[in-house]
């Protein structure tokens, strides 16, 4: 069992930027691999970014975001800079096993109960 806390989202302005960070419980964190999905009003849960042995970006973010995880401290951040209107949405951190099908939200066993990033123009 993994649970997820998401945290650090905000109000922000075009240009600015955030860290996300989720803080995972349970001793298997290091097994897992780290995923980070958006969701605003009206649409779908769409896929930003995830940890593997490497890391993959959404084609919206890449070159602005980046994902990071210590396992240390059962955490990975998602740091995004250059922040725009269009990333306004509820961010998600996500726990999975899968090493193949990260984009797809169904593959997720865990997680976080959201953390809201609005930029405003």
Request: with cysteine; aromatic share 14%; proline share 3%.
């Given at each position: 069992?993994?649970?997820?806390?998401?945290?650090?989202?905000?109000l922000?302005?075009?240009g600015?930027?955030?860290?996300?960070?989720?803080?995972?419980?349970?001793?298997?964190?290091?097994?897992?691999?780290?995923?980070?999905?958006?969701?605003?009003?009206?649409?779908?849960?769409?896929?930003?970014?995830v940890?593997t042995?490497?890391?993959?970006?959404?084609?919206?973010v890449?070159?602005?975001f980046?994902?990071?995880r210590?396992?240390?401290?059962?955490t990975?951040?998602?740091?995004m800079?250059?922040?725009?209107?269009?990333d306004?949405?509820?961010?998600?951190?996500?726990a999975?096993?899968?090493?193949y099908n990260?984009?797809?939200?169904?593959v997720?066993?865990?997680?976080?109960?959201?953390?809201?990033v609005?930029?405003?123009?």
């Open positions: 069992q993994v649970q997820l806390v998401e945290s650090g989202g905000g922000v302005q075009a600015d930027s955030l860290r996300l960070s989720c803080a995972a419980s349970g001793r298997t964190f290091s097994m897992y691999y780290m995923g980070w999905f958006r969701q605003a009003p009206g649409k779908e849960r769409e896929f930003v970014a940890i042995w490497t890391e993959n970006y959404a084609d919206s890449k070159g602005r980046t994902i990071s210590d396992n240390a401290k059962n990975v951040y998602l740091q800079n250059s922040l725009k209107p269009e306004t949405a509820v961010y998600y951190c996500a999975t096993k899968d090493r990260w984009r797809r939200p169904g997720y066993d865990y997680w976080g109960q959201g953390t809201q609005t930029v405003s123009s």
